[in-house]
Every structure is written in structure tokens, then in C-alpha cells.
């Protein structure tokens, strides 16, 4: 592990405790803050990789920090240690149940705190990666399956509460069994990963982009109109047909896009799939190569 790459948040308003601290933590990344308040403003700014928590601070104490943090989306996985000179049962159980991973008592040990902030360090990238494997296709690094649901459910509740247009596409890659059975997986493997590059070229920031399984990828467009959504599909068909691949063989490669629209009487995005699904069928029982909403 890069010490240097951990970024660690020190929440203390003694400058003794500080000073110690970042003594010894001085091989990692460390900011530190004297209150909980400007705890909380550093951790907006920037999301640190562990937070070292004192108990008692004026003001808002370290268990209410906690407990904002890990009621908070963007902030509950960061690993929060806990810094106080109450050893007694009632304090320590009461900052697990804020949220806390771990408690730290004073006066500290070097080579304890080390061995604590070293291991959570760990831990948390490995609960990081773990995570991007349940949801991170591996060939492409693009959403898989599991995140779909998660994410365009998400976009899906918000454009019907907030009354905001939401475009839903099926893509498939043309003939793609042809592709692998004629020349082989690993030039399959090639079409998938330079379709999803196109892809994400011609994509913003806050459109989902996902694969299904297989050749079958999705792709969620909102705040914007019917004309703006199918023209940025056309771009990127249109970019599909015009790839070139590093290998001796030429492959030319199409792709079918069924286009559907959020409406007032959905309830879940699943209604927009099947419709997208439908109209994919149509293109691909016609001339493919094609979006067809």
C-alpha cells in the first residue's frame, strides 16, 4: 500500500494530540481540523480515505460528526476511528453504534495506533474493490447489470418526481454470435471494448451507461428533448460503423438501438425496457444497423 496516496482527516482540537499525530502518521497524506464543523466542510470539499475522530470537542462532539457522516450517501463508507480518553464500556459502545469502526484511547500507543490506522487503511480498499467487482463490468469497465438496476432506477424516480424527460435505449451489437464464431472470442472481446469506448466518447457526465450481458447494452439519457437524445444515438451508430480494429481481419460492425420514453404511468423503469426491448426487435427484424423509436 502507498502510504502517501492515503488521505487521512484528523478531527482535534488540542494541539498537543495534532502535533503527536501528525508526527506519527507523517508518511501518509494527513489534513487535519480543529472542530467538527470544519470537519464537515473539509470532508465536502474533499472525501478523505479514514477520519482519526476526537470524542470531545466544543461545540458539536465527535459521535454527532459520526453519525452526519454516516447518514450521508457520499460520506458513509469512510472508515471512522474514534479518539478519547473514556475507556469505559458505555463510551466505547456508543461510538460503534454511531458508526465508528474502531476506538482509540489515550494516552496513545505509537505502535498500536500505526498498526490500527494501517489495517483499516486496508480494509477499506479492499471493501473498495470488492465493490467495483459486484458492479463494474470487467471487460469494458463499464456499469453491469446489478448497477443498472440500481442507478437507472434512481434517474427514473427523479425525472417522474421532478418532472424531467428520460430516454431509455437497448443496443445490441449486429450478428455479434457471427462475429466470435468467424473469427474468434478474442476479437469479439475487441468489438465489445472499442463499442463501449465509442459509446462513452459521445456520452455526458450524467447518462448511464450500462451492459446487460452479452452483446446487450442500455443507455440512459435525461434532461433533454426526444430530437437531442435520438441524435446523439445516431452519433454514436453512425461511430460504430466506423471503427477500426488493430488485426489482420476486417470486421465491420453495426449495432440496433431501441429507443423508448419515460411516461406519467410507469411505475418502474422496467415498463421503459420492455417498450426499448420492442422497438429493438423491430430494427433488428428490419434492415438492423439502425435506432428505432
Known amino acids: 500500500m502507498d502510504k502517501s496516496a492515503s488521505n487521512i482527516l484528523i478531527v482535534d482540537d488540542n494541539p498537543v494530540n495534532i502535533d503527536f499525530m501528525l508526527e506519527l502518521l507523517h508518511e501518509y497524506d494527513v489534513s487535519v481540523a480543529l472542530d467538527g464543523e470544519n470537519a464537515l466542510e473539509y470532508i465536502e470539499k474533499e472525501k478523505p480515505d479514514l477520519i482519526l475522530l476526537d470524542v470531545s470537542m466544543p461545540g458539536m462532539d465527535g459521535y454527532e460528526v459520526c453519525s452526519i457522516l454516516k447518514g450521508d450517501l457520499k460520506t458513509k463508507d469512510i472508515p471512522i476511528l474514534f479518539l478519547s480518553a473514556n475507556t469505559d464500556a458505555d463510551s466505547i459502545v456508543k461510538g460503534f453504534d454511531a458508526g465508528g469502526v474502531d ?14 490506522v494501517e489495517t483499516h487503511l486496508k480494509l477499506n480498499n479492499a471493501m ?17 447489470r446489478r448497477r443498472f438496476f440500481e442507478d437507472a432506477q434512481t434517474l427514473f424516480s427523479d425525472a417522474k418526481s421532478k ?16 462475429i466470435n464464431d468467424t473469427f474468434g472470442h478474442d476479437i469479439g472481446d475487441e468489438v465489445i471494448k472499442s ?18 450481458g452479452g452483446d446487450e447494452f442500455t443507455i440512459v439519457l435525461t434532461h433533454t428533448t426526444y430530437e437531442e437524445a435520438f441524435k446523439k444515438a445516431e ?59
Open 103 to 116: 476506538y482509540i484511547v489515550k494516552p496513545y500507543r505509537p505502535k498500536e495506533v500505526l498498526a490500527r
Open 128 to 144: 473498495i474493490e470488492l465493490e467495483k467487482l459486484a458492479r463494474e463490468d470487467p471487460l469494458t469497465g463499464i456499469a453491469n
Open 163 to 178: 418532472l424531467f424527460p428520460l430516454y431509455l435505449f437497448v443496443v445490441d451489437i449486429d450478428r455479434f454470435k457471427e
Open 195 to 212: 463499442f463501449a469506448q465509442v459509446v462513452n466518447e459521445n456520452l455526458g457526465d450524467d447518462d448511464c451507461f450500462a451492459r446487460l
Open 235 to 293: 452519433i454514436i451508430r453512425q461511430s460504430v460503423e466506423k471503427m477500426q480494429f488493430d488485426s489482420d481481419v476486417e470486421v465491420h460492425v453495426t449495432i440496433s438501438m431501441g429507443m423508448a420514453a419515460a411516461e406519467e404511468y410507469d411505475e418502474k423503469i422496467d415498463s421503459v425496457i420492455k417498450r426499448a426491448d420492442e422497438n429493438l426487435y423491430k430494427a433488428k427484424s428490419s434492415t438492423r444497423n439502425q435506432v428505432r423509436g
